[in-house]
């Protein structure tokens, strides 16, 4: 049986678009910057920033594409508010398979998110144990409203068949 199903071949190309209903806010920026535990204070402190070139604090890296703040809806089953593609795959096991990232400008309080992901690629391969896996590509672009390019995150997920081929 292969993972790749003509159902889910239909769909690469698809395309899903957010805009955030608020700014991105100081206090998120800082609350994220704790979180991951990155003390560089052009994060947290409007003096350091001017200090570094920048009219106000900006939020680390990867804070645009890691933290869905782009999302306003409810957490789907696994708990998630971010775009998912609900691509199930009976007798699989799904796996991050990585991001590869591309930054922009550092984001701004000010920002308001405007992020579209596209499903780019399934691949189906043979494992070196010989189970089938199924290898999912999809991009993610964030922009602010006004067009200003934060990051692209291309992300690999991978769904590995449970049992190994008789």
Known sequence: MSLLTDELRARIGEQATYTAPEPLGRAAIRYFAVAIGDTNPVYTDAGAAADAGFADVVAPPTFVVETNAYADRQPDAMG???HRWDIEIPGTREIRGGHTYEFGRPA???????????????????????????????????????????????????????????
């Open 80 to 82: 998630s508010i971010g």
């Open 108 to 166: 701004q309080p000010e920002d308001v998110l405007h992020v579209t992901w596209r499903l780019d690629d399934a691949v189906e391969k043979t494992g070196r144990d010989g189970r089938a896996m199924l290898i999912v590509t999809s991009s993610q672009t964030v922009a602010t409203t006004t067009g200003d390019h934060l990051a692209t995150n291309v992300e690999t997920t991978i769904y590995q068949a449970l049992d190994a081929p008789r």
